[in-house]
C-alpha cells in the first residue's frame, strides 16, 4: 500500500532547522492551504487547513535556506499519523475548543513564487527515507 499527499499553500511560519543528535538536517514548518464554497444560504463559506510539515537531510536544508513565511509551496508528502491511534494528532486548545495536527513528511517541494536564484524544485534522497518520526 501506498499513501501520497500533494497540496498548495502558503507558509504560515518561518522555517525552522535543527539537527538530530546524529547530526541530520531537519527542517520544520506550517503550511496553509484554503478553501471556500458556498453554504445553503449562499454565503460564502472560507476554510484554512493547516499542515505542519518535516523535511529532512539535504530536502530540509534546502527548504531553510529558500522559504520564508508567506512563501508560495507545492509539496509532495506522507501524512505522518499519531502512533496510537493512526489518525490525525487530536488536542485541545487553551480555549476548550478541538483541535487536530496534519502532520506531513516532505518527499518533494516545489517552489512557485521563486525568483532566479532560488530553485524551482527539490527532492528527498529515497536513502533517507527510513528516517524515524
Not at 538536517?25 to 493547516?50: C, H, L, M, R, S
Request: net charge negative.
Amino acid at each position: 500500500m501506498y499513501q501520497q499527499i500533494i497540496l498548495i499553500g502558503h507558509l504560515g511560519t518561518e522555517p525552522e532547522m535543527r539537527y538530530t543528535p546524529a547530526g541530520k538536517a531537519v527542517t520544520t514548518f506550517n503550511v496553509a492551504t484554503n478553501d471556500q464554497y458556498n453554504n445553503e444560504k449562499g454565503e460564502t463559506v472560507k476554510v484554512t487547513t493547516w499542515f505542519r510539515c518535516t523535511a529532512w537531510g539535504k530536502l530540509g536544508e534546502v527548504c531553510n535556506q529558500y522559504l520564508k513565511k508567506g512563501s508560495k509551496v507545492l509539496i509532495e508528502g506522507r501524512l505522518t499519523p499519531d502512533k496510537s491511534t493512526g489518525r490525525p494528532r487530536i488536542w485541545v486548545r487553551q480555549d476548550g475548543t478541538a483541535a487536530a495536527d496534519y502532520e506531513l513528511k516532505v518527499l518533494e517541494i516545489h517552489f512557485l513564487d521563486s525568483k532566479n536564484n532560488e530553485p524551482s524544485i527539490a527532492q528527498a534522497d529515497p536513502a533517507e527515507d527510513d528516517i524515524p518520526y
